[in-house]
Every structure is written in C-alpha cells, then in structure tokens.
C-alpha cells in the first residue's frame, strides 16, 4: 500500500514537473528548427548571403562566416542572420542557450575599436534587438575575449560593456545562455557562460552586471520581456566583424531553448503545420530564390523536397 502510493506521488510529481520537450537544433547533418533568414528592418531583408552560412555536416555545426554590414545603430545591412520565429508565450522559466567557438581564432581580427563577436540574438528586427555576445578585446589590442550585451531600442544602441574578464580563447566551446527566473519576489534576467576556463556554466563577474531584476531594472527587464513576446518576435545566432572585412567563420554546435518557434514546415508562421503550409508550397512550387518562406530547406528553390518536408511535419506543433 506503502509502496503503491510512493510510486503515486511520484508519478503525479514526474507529471507535474513534466516540461515541453525543448526545442533544440543540433546541425546534425541539416537543419532541426525552421530557420529563416529574414531580418524585418534591414536592407536587404534576406540577410542569407554569399553562400557563407551552411552547415558542416562533418562537424554538425552551423558555420557563419563573417560578412561586412550591420546592425549597428541606423546602417541595418546585417548579413546572414538566422533566426527561429516565436509563435507562442514563453514559459515562466524561459531559456536560450548556446554553444559556439571560432573555427580559427587566430583569424578572428583584434584591433583596437574593432570587436568582432558572436553570440545569442533576441530581436524583431534591426532596429530593437538584445544580443548576448563573446566579443574580442578592441581596447588592449591582445587576442583577447570576453563576454558582453548589446541591444537597441528604436536603433539607439547601448552596451553592456564587457560584463565578464576577458580570457585568451582556445578551441573549446564557448556556452552562452540566456534565461529568466521567475523569482517570486523579483523575478529576472540572468546571463550566463562557460569556457575551458570556468567550471561549468557561471555567472558574469560583475562591471555592469548581468542580472536584470524586474524591480531594480524595471525598464530593461520589461523591455527584454517585451520584446520576446511582439508579435514577429524571433530568436537566433549572430556574427559581426566589426567592419574589419574579416570572413572568419564561427561555429555553433547547437541552439536550445524552452521557447516555442515555429515547428518545420511552418511556412505561414502560425505554429502549426496544415494544409495552408501546404498549399503555400503548392503554389510557389517551382519558385527559385532565398529566403523565400515557401523554401522549407533553405537550398533556395521550391520543390518536392520542401513539400515532403511539410507533409512529414504535418499536424506538428500546435
Ligand atoms: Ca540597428
Ligand atoms: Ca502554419
Ligand atoms: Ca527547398
């Protein structure tokens, strides 16, 4: 009797600890998650460019190879910017994670007033965006790195300043993670990341913090919340050379989070996959060009792949 109502409990506490499995793209080979190019706000507004940003199924990693543009301030030119369509609320605990490195350091530019970086991006387009970022030294002039925050509201752009000592990178991955916790008393935003150097992953260590308490930091806090939760709000990967016309390339292994995107096969973006993602593949099948929604496997044509692809994700999401 004992024994039946432990396993009871437990059961019920299995249940009521039970998470929405994350949505988690490891480039293994292709693409997990329906990404897409689009950046609302900049020009041009399909930021896939030059063929610099595919996947290296030897390595499963989405590889980004820098190109010059931006998003800095006004200039809005940025290129190759995936991102995930949100199409849901995100839970209390939300959570963005992911795991990155250069493919070589040593041609990664440092340069003093340069910062080429990589990192987390939380936007709904050019002009009002928070990005969580591993940004090179532009000040010292030594290969170092260092973790940091931007964003911009309106393209008026701040900074976070370099929130982490910098570190001489090697070829280990670099975590990146953003999340809320849903504190009872004063819930907030925490940034977080783990190098060889850190046990694991580990708060930033200070200068201007990385915590956004939604009472001390109302402003921020809720604008953070709210950017999240704008319709055409989106989440992805980011590159930047700083304007040094570096094409190094940075590596991610994976991107997770506990918020709902789009589900593959979603062409219209309303979270679920039906007949209306079906017929819209239909009817620009044929089509040839990137970033076009239609084009489920981003190979910049409309065809039968991108139609089975829909039909097998069929009924998914919702
Ligand atoms: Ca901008
Ligand atoms: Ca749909
Ligand atoms: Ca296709």
Partial sequence: MKRTLVSLIAAITLLSTAHVQPYRDDFDGGFALNWSWKLPQNDP???????AAF??????????????????????????VPTLRIVGAPPDDWYIE??????????????QWCYPQAGILIATGAKNYF??????????????????????????????????????????????????VPDPNNPYIVLTYAHSGTNGLTEYDGFNGARYYSIEDAELY????????T???????YTDNAGTGSQAAFWFNYLETNIP???VG?????????????????????????CQDEDVTNDGVVDDADLLTVLFNFGSGG
Avoid at 266 to 290: M, P, Q, R, S
């Fill in 261 to 263: 995107v789009a589900p």
């Fill in 131 to 180: 990005q969580q970022l591993v940004t090179r030294d532009g000040n010292n002039g030594l290969p170092d790195v260092y973790a940091s925050a931007n964003w911009e509201r309106d393209d008026q752009f701040e900074w976070a300043y370099r929130v982490s000592q910098s570190w001489i990178p090697d070829d280990g991955w670099i975590k990146l993670r953003i999340e809320h």
């Fill in 266 to 290: 979603d062409v219209n973006t309303d979270g679920i996959v039906d007949d209306a993602d079906l017929l819209a593949v239909l009817f620009n099948f044929g089509t040839e060009g990137e």
């Fill in 55 to 80: 996947i290296n199924a030897e390595e499963s990693v989405l590889v980004i190879q820098m190109r010059d543009g931006g998003m800095f301030s006004n200039f809005n030119t940025h290129k190759n």
């Fill in 98 to 111: 992911t795991s990155l490195r250069a493919a070589d350091w040593n041609q990664v530019p440092y340069c």
């Fill in 222 to 229: 809720n604008w953070i919340v709210g950017l999240l939760t």
């Fill in 231 to 237: 319709p055409g709000a989106r989440i992805g990967l």
């Fill in 45 to 51: 507004l399909c930021t896939l460019f030059d063929n």
